[in-house]
């Protein structure tokens, strides 16, 4: 009887543990407060981005990917503006990502990359941001990663940015026809 009791509360650890788990996956849990009403934002991009674009590679569903991008009231004024730019920390943008034409226009599968203005060094700094993959993913500290800082060190080269790409200049020149 004790084997069983101590099998079951083990079970039930394990249960927990998994749930807990599961809720950092994207796409379960809950999505942080500070972007889980962003379709209420602006939505930047009249048209998609989309194509063979400057800097992005295979990353962000790639070329045949489509990109809508919305921003925080923090950070309107400033990627709607001219460069150079130095976004405002709390500025919090959304990236929705789809495969392919047909999946943007249905509107569903979207993945999200999500970027947070965290802090104002001096100067621009790739610290100064982090970021989440998914609507319900957790928050990474810094887009220092290798992966992420080498493209985004692309978008400040092309357009004074402060490590964002979707800024009107990058916008306007990757826009679905």
């Known amino acids: 009887m004790k084997l069983n009791a101590t099998r079951s509360m083990g079970l039930v650890l394990l249960g927990g543990i998994f749930v807990a788990g599961c809720a950092s996956i994207p796409g379960l849990g809950k999505p942080d407060p500070r972007w889980a009403d962003y379709k209420n934002w602006t939505k930047i991009t009249e048209k998609p981005s989309?194509?063979?674009?400057?800097?992005?590679?295979?990353?962000?569903?790639?070329?045949?990917?489509?990109?809508?991008?919305?921003?925080?009231?923090?950070?309107?004024?400033?990627?709607?503006?001219?460069?150079?730019?130095?976004?405002?920390?709390?500025?919090?943008?959304?990236?929705?990502?789809?495969?392919?034409?047909?999946?943007?226009?249905?509107?569903?599968?979207?993945?999200?990359?999500?970027?947070?203005?965290?802090?104002?060094?001096?100067?621009?700094?790739?610290?100064?941001?982090?970021?989440?993959?998914g609507y319900t993913g957790k928050v990474q500290q810094t887009i220092a990663k290798p992966d992420c800082v080498a493209c985004h060190t692309i978008a400040n080269a092309l357009n004074q940015s402060d490590y964002v790409f979707s800024v009107p200049a990058y916008l306007e020149a990757n826009e679905a026809n």
Do not use: C
Not at 57 to 75: A, I, K, L, Q, S
Not at 96 to 104: G, L, N, R, V
């Open 50 to 133: 989309t194509g063979n674009t400057q800097g992005l590679g295979g990353v962000h569903m790639g070329p045949e990917g489509y990109r809508d991008v919305y921003v925080n009231e923090t950070g309107l004024a400033m990627i709607t503006g001219e460069g150079p730019y130095d976004f405002p920390v709390g500025t919090v943008i959304v990236k929705e990502q789809f495969k392919d034409k047909a999946a943007w226009e249905s509107g569903k599968g979207a993945a999200h990359t999500i970027s947070l203005k965290v802090a104002d060094n001096e100067g621009q700094n790739s610290d100064d941001w982090n970021w989440a993959l």
